[in-house]
């Protein structure tokens, strides 16, 4: 049996190539997280997050965080971005299977931290 899956999105995927890493913290103090972005679109893009990992107790739809985006120049100052989580998804099988995937939306450009 072929397995296909089928595109529940709204709107293609596009790449952007951006920005590479987010880093964040839950709390203060508190351990600083950062994770490759996966599976970018115009709209938003996706952390990669597996299962037993502690940080996925602690993110829920519809906080807002404060996120540094690092791009692929490592010349570039990261950005930092008040970022909201769209969605937490179990992935039961396939690639990603033992991973949340974790959406996230950009809502505004900050001023850079001194």
């Not at 938003?44 to 120049?73: F, P, W």
Request: with cysteine; aromatic share 8%; net charge negative.
């Amino acid at each position: 049996m072929k397995n296909e899956s089928v595109e529940k999105r709204s709107e293609s995927r596009t790449e952007l190539e951006k920005y590479h890493s987010v880093e964040f913290k839950l709390a203060d103090p508190g351990a600083r997280y950062q994770f490759k972005i996966w599976n970018m679109s115009s709209r938003g893009m996706c952390l990669l997050v597996r299962e037993d990992s502690d940080v996925i107790k602690c993110l829920h739809l519809g906080d807002t965080l404060d996120m540094k985006y690092y791009t692929s120049d490592a010349s570039s100052q990261p950005e930092s971005l008040k970022t909201q989580i769209k969605h937490v998804t179990k992935e039961e099988e396939g690639r990603f299977q033992g991973h949340y995937l974790v959406g996230l939306f950009i809502l505004e450009n900050q001023q850079p931290r001194e």
